[in-house]
């Protein structure tokens, strides 16, 4: 006798219309596994390209495993830089832990950037086997929507690739203070410029529509987290208040406003909680007046919210305890938290994994299930949109191929020379004819062989080429040693050793601007200065021999003094007296 085959399951059709696969899913889920969808926990794998089955708990509380079966997690951001291989292979023996629950729902992964040169566990990784692009605030200092398009659309492409199907970014604060740390991964501090740009970003990540071929973008950080007061950043408690002394709070809405209006599928708001506003001194993640009233209610954000990292525990970074991100709300309880932020309009917690709390809240009658319900269905219908019931594995050899390909990485390294900032060329040294006898600092010899004779002193040499990095503050905390704040200024005895070298030869500087570096006098002495936001030694070369067109323009002011940044309003854009270098500086060569 020949068995029945069992009747395919309503959500499991693709032939039916999303709304009816997505409530007939849903009805079939219970709390448990509704509470698992609320969290987008991260994960790390191991070098092989096999999950982590083992964790002594230090970073992640749970095994892989774990998460998916027991937990009924199935969103995660993946940590650190691995094969493009790997990466494709360990997705696919995620999707199949996935595919054996009860229900068989698959994973959305997720990342921070990974395409140009910033490696902060925090914020973004360094590219990696993925090709190198600027910094954003390279794209921004190009300002060309196109070339935006192209890139976020090489970045869709290389994420589907290894099964990335939610970029946790673009980040469109405005770069307003010049002291945050978070300045790298903006599109500068012009408000009209970043618009379009998020413009561009969305539709090359998302295409016409979010569908089958689309990495979902999460914009962040809503409703702009440029205005920290001192520059501090809100992951850390001495960083928790946004304030507006300039009046300024719509102006950084208008990137929002502009993504929102590209059709992006998601949104996060940041951790910063608003001070001397008429908004609740909640953090925003909490925020009813923001979320709600703000996102949801006058700009129409039908998409998902999902919160910033660790809002609700406390958690150990690097073996150190950090607090939960709960600012203002530091007395309640875990479970008083996740309610208030699901009563703001919050669907997902990022970096959490207690689905636990979420079951008690409703069994405890605080959360009706039917609240539930609705940010459950929002990441229900992306995952069905996105086709992931259909296509949850990739192709390893296809990933191998596809990640870092020669073209990609041809449109990075042009995209890293155009971005590059002619901000001095007094004399007329660039670009540098014939090959001089070069001394170099931060700069690869091998590479620098290419252009000139290498000599080993100042003295010997007819040029020198000293790269630099905007200076910081170290932070004791490891964590927040990655996230570089404070003073923009050299300190002595470095800035003395600096300028003595500029004083004994001829030296082209290129500072890479993760922020707004405070370099007066470097500005005066040095021969040529050249800004990067991310960019390979053979691209400045290229740009300073004449064998690449530098296009880049500043995409903040360069302050004149540490006393002019403290004095600034760190809403307002631009707001320093008397810049070295203001908005829009650069010289054509």
Same mark, same amino acid.
């Given at each position: ?13 693709p ?30 794998m191991n070098?092989?390209g ?6 002594d708990g ?23 830089t691995?094969?493009?291989?790997e ?10 832990m ?6 068989g ?5 997720s990342t ?8 902060n566990?925090?914020?973004?990784f ?9 910094e954003?605030l390279? /794209?921004a200092a ?7 398009f ?5 970045v869709?492409? +290389?994420?589907?690739?290894v099964?990335?199907r939610v ?9 307003t203070?010049?002291?945050w740390?978070?300045?790298s991964g ?6 009209r410029?970043?618009?379009?740009l ?8 998302q ?7 689309s ?29 507006y ?11 929002f406003r502009a ?12 951790y910063?909680q608003?001070?001397?506003?008429d908004w ?7 925020n ?5 009233g703000?996102?949801?209610e006058?700009?129409g ?6 919160t ?6 406390d958690?150990?970074?690097?073996g150190?305890?950090h ?7 530091e ?11 699901l ?5 997902q917690?990022g970096?959490?994994?207690c ?5 008690e809240?409703?069994r405890s009658?605080r ?5 539930i319900?609705?940010s459950?269905?929002r ?15 990739v ?6 191929e ?8 041809? /449109? ?5 020379r155009?971005?590059l900032?002619v ?8 670009p540098?004819?014939g090959?001089?006898r070069?001394?170099v600092?931060?700069?690869d ?15 010997s040499? +007819? ?23 404070g003073s923009?200024?050299?300190?002595e ?5 600096? /300028?003595?070298l ?10 890479n ?5 405070v ?21 400045? /070369? ?13 995409p ?9 940044v403290e ?7 631009n ?5 070295v ?8 060569l």
């Amino acid at each position: 006798m020949n068995s029945v085959p069992a009747a395919v399951p309503p959500y499991k059709d693709p032939a039916l219309p999303v709304e009816e696969r997505v409530a007939d899913l849903l009805s079939r889920m219970t709390l448990e596994e509704k509470a698992g969808q609320l969290f987008h926990a991260m994960l790390m794998m191991n070098p092989d390209g096999t999950p982590v089955t083992e964790t002594d708990g230090s970073m992640l509380p749970f095994t892989t495993p774990e998460l998916i079966g027991d937990r009924f997690l199935s969103h995660f951001n993946l940590l650190g830089t691995y094969g493009a291989r790997e990466m494709a292979q360990w997705q696919n023996a995620v999707q199949e832990m996935a595919a054996a629950t009860r229900l068989g729902i698959p994973v959305t992964l997720s990342t921070d950037p990974r395409h140009a040169f910033t490696d902060n566990v925090g914020a973004s990784f360094d590219a990696g086997a993925f090709s190198a692009w600027p910094e954003a605030l390279g /794209l921004a200092a190009i300002g060309d929507p196109e070339l935006v398009f192209r890139f976020a659309d090489t970045v869709r492409r +290389e994420y589907l690739a290894v099964g990335f199907r939610v970029a946790l970014h673009p980040q469109i604060d405005l770069a307003t203070e010049p002291r945050w740390a978070r300045q790298s991964g903006t599109f500068g501090s012009d408000a009209r410029l970043t618009a379009e740009l998020v413009r561009a970003y969305v539709r090359g990540l998302q295409g016409p529509e979010l569908g089958p071929e689309s990495v979902s973008a999460m914009v962040k950080h809503f409703p702009g987290g440029g205005p920290q007061k001192d520059g501090e950043d809100p992951h850390f408690a001495h960083g928790k208040e946004q304030v507006y002394p300039g009046g300024m709070r719509e102006h950084h809405l208008e990137p929002f406003r502009a993504a929102v209006e590209a059709g992006c599928a998601q949104m996060m708001p940041y951790y910063g909680q608003p001070v001397g506003t008429d908004w609740e001194e909640v953090g925003f993640g909490f925020n009813k007046d923001v979320v709600t009233g703000l996102l949801r209610e006058e700009l129409g954000f039908g998409g998902i919210v999902c919160t910033d990292w660790g809002l609700l525990n406390d958690a150990v970074v690097f073996g150190q305890v950090h607090p939960a991100r709960a600012w203002g709300l530091e007395h309640l309880t875990v479970a008083e938290r996740a309610a208030r932020a699901l009563d703001a309009g919050a669907d997902q917690f990022g970096g959490e994994q207690c689905p636990e709390v979420i079951v008690e809240l409703v069994r405890s009658g605080r959360v009706p299930e039917s609240r539930i319900d609705v940010s459950v269905a929002r990441l229900l219908r992306e995952k069905f949109v996105l086709g992931l019931f259909e296509n949850p594995y990739v192709d390893p050899d296809a990933a191998a191929e596809t990640v870092g390909r020669a073209d990609f990485a041809a /449109l990075g390294a042009a995209a890293q020379r155009r971005s590059l900032t002619v901000l001095t060329n007094p004399g007329g040294l660039l670009p540098v004819r014939g090959r001089p006898r070069l001394y170099v600092e931060g700069v690869d010899g091998a590479v620098a062989a290419g252009y000139g004779e290498v000599v080993a002193e100042p003295g010997s040499a +007819e040029l020198a080429v000293l790269r630099l990095r905007t200076p910081y503050e170290p932070r004791e905390n490891v964590f927040e040693s990655f996230f570089h704040s404070g003073s923009l200024a050299f300190a002595e005895p470095e800035l003395s050793r600096i /300028l003595a070298l500029l004083d004994a030869v001829p030296t082209l500087v290129c500072i890479n601007l993760e922020r707004a570096a405070v370099i007066p006098e470097i500005a005066e002495r040095a021969a040529a200065l050249v800004a990067d936001y991310g960019a390979e030694d053979a691209a400045l /070369l290229d740009v300073a021999f004449g064998r690449a067109v530098p296009e880049g323009r500043l995409p903040f002011e360069l302050p004149r003094s540490m006393a002019a940044v403290e004095a600034s309003r760190p809403d307002v854009p631009n707001d320093t007296v008397d810049p070295v270098f203001p908005y829009g500086h650069g010289l054509a060569l």
